[in-house]
């Protein structure tokens, strides 16, 4: 079975919860051919508050001056290569990588006012067989790249539905901190057709990063997913997997 993990910033935020998580992905990467994803939203807010720098959002997508995707990149690169350690230290042969390498995720500029925000355009998963087919566990850091070598900054949600598309994944797994997609009473929804979502949408019970995701999760199920799930990492620990 292949599966798409994609883990949320705030997940990697503290040894306390990237631990544990590491020891529940290397266990799954034993049991199917696993990719995961990871943002670092959170990490990259503070990193550009440290420096005197506010972060701007529009409609959810961090506008990418030259300096900010200056910053993304280097704390995209930390976060990524600190879970790759996390996941070694589990017993995973774990890779880091970005969109760029082997060019695996291109974009374009999505819009001239987000500066260097990427829409994906084209996702080759070579190098992702290559490295499952020799099991090696990939780990891609959100960010995507150009043939000119340029560097475009996109959300985690998208980059991991587009690779989950092109990896023929059967389960796009978003793990969050949140327990699930919650509805105006803030009680948990178990499941959700697509059009149930679009009506949360509608109404306004669904905003901000959880917005973003169920966009991502309309776009993996249209490419062939067949199951997309939105969870707490450790709402059911060891059942990660669950059909
Ligand atoms: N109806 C809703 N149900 C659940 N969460 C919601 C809802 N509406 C908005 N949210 C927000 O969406 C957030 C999850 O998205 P967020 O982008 O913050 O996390 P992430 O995608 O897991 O991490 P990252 O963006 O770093 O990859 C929740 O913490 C919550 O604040
Ligand atoms: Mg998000």
Same mark, same amino acid.
């Given at each position: 079975v292949r599966v798409l993990v994609k883990v949320g910033g705030a997940l990697l935020d503290a040894p306390a919860t990237q631990e544990p998580l590491a020891g529940q992905i290397a266990a799954l990467a034993r049991q199917a051919e696993l990719v995961v994803v990871h943002g670092g939203g959170r990490q990259l807010t503070r990193h550009l508050s440290e420096r005197g720098v506010q972060s701007r959002f529009v409609q959810g997508l961090r506008v990418t001056t030259p300096e900010v995707l200056d910053a993304v990149l280097h704390v995209l690169t930390g976060i990524n290569q600190h879970f790759v350690a996390a996941l070694n230290r589990a017993g995973a042969r774990a890779v880091g990588l970005s969109g760029m390498d082997g060019r695996l995720v291109e974009a374009q500029p999505l819009? /001239? /006012?987000?500066?260097?925000v990427g829409r994906v355009t084209h996702v080759d998963p070579a190098l992702l067989h290559s490295l499952l087919g020799a099991g090696f566990l990939p780990v891609i850091a959100c960010l995507a790249g150009d043939r000119a070598g340029r560097f475009y900054n996109v959300n985690a949600d998208q980059l991991a539905a587009a690779c989950a598309v092109a990896f023929q994944a059967e389960q796009l797994i978003f793990l969050t901190d949140v327990e699930g997609v919650l509805d105006a009473q803030g009680a948990r929804l178990p499941q959700l057709t697509l059009a149930q979502s679009e009506a949360l949408i509608t109404a306004g019970t669904i905003h901000g990063g959880m917005l973003a995701k169920l966009r991502a999760a309309r776009e993996a199920l249209r490419g062939g997913v067949r199951q997309v799930r939105i969870t707490a990492a450790f709402a059911a620990p060891g059942t990660l997997l669950a059909a």
């Open positions: 819009d /001239a /006012a987000l500066g260097s």
